[in-house]
Each structure stands twice: as structure tokens, then as C-alpha cells.
T-cell receptor
Framework: EPEVTQTPSHQVTQMGQEVILRCVPI?????FYWYRQILGQKVEFLVS????????KSEIFDDQFSVERPDGSNFTLKIRSTKLEDSAMYFC????????????FGPGTRLTVL | KQEVTQIPAALSVPEGENLVLNCSFT??????LQWFRQDPGKGLTSLLL???SQREQTSGRLNASLDKSSGRSTLYIAASQPGDSATYLC????????????WGLGTSLAVNP
């Protein structure tokens, strides 16, 4: 069964460093999302991506964040200068030809900022 | 602004019990509602999706209902097993074009042998 994959599973970085989180969505899906979950808190929407552009972003998704689909298969989230409060589990999701389809999630990347 | 609430926050039951998890949302203008399972430190596994036009969905021992007008959904788990122990999350799909999911905090379920 197709699945969303994410790498790395765990990333440790120093405050101020850039990180890139990678996702491979399900191959025929058209809608892509990033969410994050700070320990003990609700899952929060960061950004949605469709037709090679951002379709919506949350207040969290400021100038320090960016997303790309560089090669038609990978979907990346970049944090330019990490802060302590960026420590969280980051989940990538994709959904099919209709945006109301089920969103399928990857296993997540745990980001720890020291 | 859409808010999603889940009660109870935690639940501990003996194996074999039938149980109900509750989810409520403040804005009835949703496109669908999904129930997810999350094991400790792990990802999010989709269990059931109910479109806004539907009243319920079933998958094995799981049954989810949706009452959009009152802003409520329930997840019914029949004949619970220790392997059902996990956190169950409810998420509603926003009424905007991009269908972002808005999440509850979850119900942490422990099924004791």
C-alpha cells in the first residue's frame, strides 16, 4: 500500500542553524501539507501546497519557513534559522485528486533544537 | 475560528468493553471529519473519514458518527483490546478551499488485559 515517507526520523540541531525536512508524498497525490505537534499540544497546520505553490499558510509559517517541491516527488520544509520553540514533531501529509480526500500522514520527523 | 474539543482526555477500561470517544467542533461549516490513531512518539494513522454529507462510517470494530448541525462526532470502539491502547485524535477539514485539518487534543486510551 502506498505511503508517505519522511526523512530524517530525528534531527538534532543548534539554535540558529538551518534544517531541511524531507517528505515523499504518495505518488499520484496533488495536495500536500505540513503540520507540527509540540509535545503535549495539539497538532497544528503549517502550510498547504497545490499546483506548485502555497495555497494557504498559518500564522506560524513566517519568513523563517519555506516549502519546495524540487523534483516532482520530494516535498521539503526548510526552517532557515531554528529557534528553541521550533522543537516539535513535523508531519507531512498528502491527499488525492480531490482536496476533501483522506489526508495520509508520514511517520514524522522529530526536530530537537538545542 | 474553528475549535475542536475531545472528551474525555483520558480513559482506562478493561479489555472487552465497548467505549465511546467524543469530539465536538464549534463551526459546523466543515467538509469532513477524520479520526486518527497516534501511538506514543509515532505518526498519525487515519482510521475513518466521514464526509459532511454522511452520518456514519464503519471499519471493523470502529464506528464513527457525525452530527454536523450540532457539531459533534463520536468514535465507538467495540470489544476493546489491549492493542487499541493509543491516543485517538479527531480533526475537522476546514471549510476553505485548502481543507486544512484542525485538531483536537485527543483522548488517551488504555485498555487493560
Amino acid at each position: 500500500e502506498p505511503e508517505v515517507t519522511q526523512t530524517p526520523s530525528h534531527q538534532v540541531t543548534q539554535m540558529g542553524q538551518e534544517v531541511i525536512l524531507r517528505c515523499v508524498p504518495i505518488s499520484n497525490h496533488l495536495y500536500f501539507y505540513w503540520y507540527r505537534q509540540i509535545l503535549g499540544q495539539k497538532v497544528e497546520f503549517l502550510v498547504s501546497f497545490y499546483n506548485n505553490e502555497i495555497s494557504e499558510k498559518s500564522e506560524i509559517f513566517d519568513d523563517q519557513f519555506s516549502v519546495e517541491r524540487p523534483d516532482g516527488s520530494n516535498f521539503t520544509l526548510k526552517i532557515r534559522s531554528t529557534k528553541l520553540e521550533d522543537s516539535a514533531m513535523y508531519f507531512c501529509a498528502s491527499s488525492g485528486r480531490v482536496s476533501t480526500d483522506t489526508q495520509y500522514f508520514g511517520p514524522g520527523t522529530r526536530l530537537t533544537v538545542l | 475560528k474553528q475549535e475542536v474539543t475531545q472528551i474525555p482526555a483520558a480513559l482506562s477500561v478493561p479489555e472487552g468493553e465497548n467505549l465511546v470517544l467524543n469530539c465536538s467542533f464549534t463551526d459546523s461549516a466543515i467538509y469532513n471529519l477524520q479520526w486518527f490513531r497516534q501511538d506514543p512518539g509515532k505518526g498519525l494513522t487515519s482510521l475513518l473519514l466521514i464526509q459532511s454529507s454522511q452520518r456514519e462510517q464503519t471499519s471493523g470494530r470502529l464506528n464513527a458518527s457525525l452530527d454536523k448541525s450540532s457539531g459533534r462526532s463520536t468514535l465507538y470502539i467495540a470489544a476493546s483490546q489491549p492493542g487499541d491502547s493509543a491516543t485517538y485524535l479527531c480533526a475537522v477539514s476546514d471549510a476553505g478551499n485548502n481543507r486544512k485539518l484542525i485538531w483536537g487534543l485527543g483522548t488517551s486510551l488504555a485498555v487493560n488485559p
